[in-house]
């Protein structure tokens, strides 16, 4: 029996969609979902800020774990480049080299000629297979190539290296039984895709998406694209429902967890509804427009906003987050991005229980993330070892060892604070103990080091509370 790997690509289409503003801390929510779903490929969004955009990617590599993590690899070898970095560390990478091979889509995206444009499309190719991260050759509106030219094209990308090769219908023209038979053409006609995995990615123009992507599996598909609450992608929870229904039959099936679909694509579609009712307080938007509070909101005001977001603060904390609230409103607008930084910053600062010490960090594409921790407390040395998904995952786990208790991570935020190679990273970790929410914040150019310091510091507050309790 073949298993078919799901790729899916909520993020991508989050990115590329204005109508769906999604934050920093929803496309991690997704990412952590997709991964408990065990989704085989996630696709993240094209690289368009080079300064915040490689921490996404890093920080949802470090969620994802065993799954596939691809992105775009841009149209230029200097883009390739950039994707390449900013997946550094990612134990799954994949560059998905995405070239339109119809006439009319290489003019508009190249502005040349089809033989210019696949020589251009295979310099990119060969590029990001001597980077070393698996490659993937995505030929979009492969249905309305001309025929030769779309084999010529595929075969070019095999012997140039590419491990994956997806055929798209972008135009979503084609019926299913069409569909199934242009794959087996295109399979008769190319015998070099028995080399690689191939893919399909079906449009749902004519509501047809999910029985195209069946009958492509039919006729030798290895890879299915999926989203979950894009009307114009196949629906993940209806593939896997067709697999689940008829994969004895055609004799293949999914790895996907069955019994985490309907929680996770629910909670998925929640995210990314463009209509949903967002707060002002808590969802401030990708593009971080709209002001949390006004520059001369009084206390009350900022009382409010810090218990929307989940914070029960003491008079004299709420004193000084307004102090500092007020000072930072001078300088610019605030946002709840900005106001739980403050939030993390000035309240409950407490004496250090628990102090780092040490940490070491093993990591890569081949071996699990293991991380070995030395705190110290009131004078004795503590130490954890424990192995994750990802380096985020690890260092964590191991402070719950060292702590013997697993606090609730209510939310935890990664976001460049400075540009440049050498940026800085701020970490934000929130922890719920006894229904309280406690913020704690990391600053530093490693962002493994500013995820245990805010994990600390939060850490110290629930410890200095409960010692004075």
Not at 266 to 279: C, F, M, Y
Request: with cysteine.
């Amino acid at each position: 029996m073949r298993t078919i790997a799901i790729c899916d690509r909520t993020l991508w289409e989050a990115g590329a969609r204005a109508d769906c503003p999604v934050s920093f801390k929803e496309k991690l929510e997704i990412a952590k979902l997709l991964g408990r779903l065990r989704a085989d490929v996630i696709e993240t969004g094209a690289i368009s800020n080079p300064a915040t955009d490689p921490v996404l990617i890093r920080t949802l590599g470090a969620l994802v774990g065993e799954c596939t993590l691809s992105c775009p690899a841009g149209y230029t070898e200097e883009e390739v480049e950039t994707a390449f970095a900013a997946m550094r560390g990612v134990k799954r990478p994949r560059l998905c080299v995405r070239v339109p091979v119809s006439t009319v889509g290489m003019e508009y995206t190249f502005h040349k000629k089809p033989d210019q444009a696949l020589e251009q499309a295979m310099t990119l190719v060969r590029k990001a297979a001597a980077l070393g991260a698996q490659v993937e050759f995505s030929a979009e509106d492969a249905t309305r190539a001309e025929f030769p030219f779309l084999c010529r094209a595929l075969q070019e990308a095999v012997a140039n290296g590419v491990q994956v090769v997806s055929l798209c219908d972008t135009a979503g023209t084609m019926l299913p039984s069409e569909f199934g038979a242009f794959l087996g053409r295109v399979r008769e006609s190319v015998p070099e895709l028995a080399q690689v995995r191939l893919g399909v990615r079906c449009s749902n123009a004519l509501n047809m998406a999910v029985a195209c992507a069946m009958e492509a599996v039919a006729a030798g598909a290895d890879e299915v694209g999926t989203a979950v609450g894009f009307p114009s992608c196949p629906s993940l929870r209806a593939v896997a429902q067709a697999f689940a229904a008829r994969g004895d039959s055609m004799g293949v099936r999914s790895g996907l967890v069955m019994t985490e679909l309907r929680r996770a694509t629910q909670q998925i579609r929640a995210i990314v509804d463009p209509q949903r009712e967002r707060s002002p307080y808590t969802a401030a938007s990708a593009h971080s427009e709209g002001v949390t509070l006004a520059r001369g909101a009084d206390i009350s005001q900022v009382g409010a906003a810090v218990r929307s977001l989940g914070y029960e603060l003491s008079d004299d904390d709420l004193t000084k987050v307004y102090e500092a609230f007020t000072r930072a409103a001078s300088k610019a607008e605030i946002t709840s991005k900005e106001l739980d930084a403050i939030v993390a910053t000035v309240s409950l600062q407490v004496p250090p229980t628990y102090r780092l010490v040490s940490y070491v960090m093993n990591s890569g594409n081949t071996i699990s993330a293991t991380a070995n921790l030395t705190l110290e407390r009131k004078g004795e040395t503590l130490h954890g070892l424990s192995c994750g998904d990802g380096p985020i995952d690890a260092v964590f786990l191991a402070m719950e060892q060292i702590l013997g208790y697993r606090y609730e991570l209510d939310d935890f935020q990664i976001q460049a604070v400075t540009e440049g190679r050498e940026a800085l990273g701020e970490a934000l970790v929130k922890l719920r103990y006894n229904g309280m929410l406690y913020a704690g914040r990391g600053i530093s150019t490693d962002i493994i080091g500013a995820s245990i310091m805010a994990y600390l510091n939060a850490l110290n507050k629930i410890v200095y509370e409960g010692n004075n309790a």
